[in-house]
């Protein structure tokens, strides 16, 4: 496939020129289809650290095949799974659920809970997992309790131990559910600074190793300053951010964990990844059914709208150059997965989505792929259409 005409951007920058797609991966040349970008960008297609795909167990809230889908109408190919699904994904053969469902559409990666069953103390699956085997090196690349913190500090080291071994990313939930009926800051800021303690703890006492802990879903300007303070000071952490926080703050009614935070928390997390400090953007496509919704469930789906909501409020509104949200989009997402794709290099996977910057879209829930309606963005008008979404090489 040759994609002609297109401005190719990636973390690099922008260039004009052709992209080849041989055989599933970018290549210097190529024959057979080519298709004419003209007016359009193409840039490596997105990596989502985080999504609920429901499987197994809650497919009437999403199955992992129609996540699939609403991932490459959103541009996505990538995508990783949280395990908090029924039940709790704590062994391969559950992760193995989601990942083959998917197979076809597009890839899946499945998160291991960091504890068994989110019992919150038993990490000996963990010891069990073993990631010389093929299998579960193809299906699982992240450990996280995403849905809960770990309410253990003792457990909370135990699993950094597993996440060292392994060489795997741990994914933080940072939550203090103790303190989440109190106060909603109070239980994502204390939550952080703890595991940021626990962190450099063991990185002193241990060595930083093949540590790897990144944090979810930062919504406050505390925990946010937080986090790029510990990586400052040299500590194996990363941190993402949602769509949801950095387009909308605590003036919208709509139930999310953590909450939409106020306009100072938003324009905080904006002005950070304006200054580089923010490693990824991850959509936390948490779909619900309406009934569910209605009783309080919390979440969104995410992966429809996140590229037009990002290049709106990032781009368009803030002037982020676009080579850095494809950045914060695919490349640093990739990385963090150790995965070979997020930028347009030769040798990389062929996985592009091609964006139509000046089209200005209105997202319309009724028509989305996912089965979750369950979004604050119905009605609301945002530039940059995915015009369409190539996975291996192959359209879609
Ligand atoms: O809003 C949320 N929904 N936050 C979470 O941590 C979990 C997620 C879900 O699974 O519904
Ligand atoms: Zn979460």
């Not at 190919?77 to 699904?85: G, K, P, V």
């Not at 597993?162 to 303190?179: F, Q, S, W």
Request: proline fraction near 3%; include cysteine.
């Amino acid at each position: 496939m040759i994609i002609s005409n297109a401005n190719l951007v990636d973390w690099r920058g922008e260039r004009k020129g052709d992209l080849c797609i041989e055989d599933g991966i970018i290549s210097k040349t190529g024959g057979g289809k080519v298709i004419n970008a003209a007016g359009l960008y193409a840039l490596p297609a997105f990596v989502d650290l985080h999504t609920h795909l429901r499987t197994p167990g809650l497919t009437h809230k999403e199955t992992a095949a129609s996540g699939a889908r609403a991932a490459l109408r959103g541009g996505y190919t990538t995508l990783n799974a949280m395990a908090n699904t029924r039940p709790v994904c704590s062994n391969t053969e559950i992760a193995r659920e989601a990942v083959t469902q998917a197979d076809g559409i597009c890839d899946v990666y499945q998160a291991i809970s960091a504890t068994k069953d989110f019992d919150g103390k038993t990490v000996a699956h963990l010891d069990a997992l073993d990631i010389s085997l093929n299998e579960e090196k193809q299906y699982i690349k992240s450990i996280s309790e995403d849905g809960y913190g770990i309410a253990s500090g003792g457990v909370f080291l135990e699993v950094l131990h597993r996440a060292d071994k392994l060489g795997m990313p741990l994914l933080v939930h940072a939550e203090d559910a103790a303190l989440s009926a109190v106060d909603m800051y109070a239980a994502e800021d204390l939550e952080t600074i703890r595991d940021l303690y626990l962190v450099d703890l063991y990185c002193k006492k241990y060595g930083a190793g093949n540590l790897k802990v990144h944090f979810c879903h930062v919504s406050t300007e505390f925990s946010m300053n937080a986090i790029i303070d510990a990586k400052r000071r040299g500590l194996p952490v990363t941190l993402e951010v949602t769509p949801h926080h950095i387009a909308l703050n605590d003036s919208t009614d709509f139930r999310v964990n953590p909450p939409l935070r106020r306009e100072s928390d938003r324009m905080a997390l904006i002005n950070s990844i304006l200054d580089g400090q923010i490693d990824a953007i991850a959509t936390d496509h948490a779909p619900h059914t309406a009934q569910d919704k209605l009783n309080g469930a919390p979440g969104l789906v995410g992966l429809e709208t996140a590229f037009s909501v990002c290049y709106t409020t990032l781009c368009r509104q803030n002037n982020l150059p676009l080579s850095k949200l494809s950045e914060l989009m695919s490349r640093n997402p990739a990385r963090l997965l150790g995965i070979n794709k997020g930028t347009l290099d030769i040798g990389m996977a062929g996985d592009v989505v091609l964006v139509n910057l000046e089209r200005e879209i209105t997202v319309d829930s009724s028509k989305f792929a996912s089965k979750g309606r369950n979004t604050p963005f119905d009605g609301h008008s945002y530039f940059g259409e995915v015009v369409m979404t190539i996975y291996g090489g192959d359209v879609l």
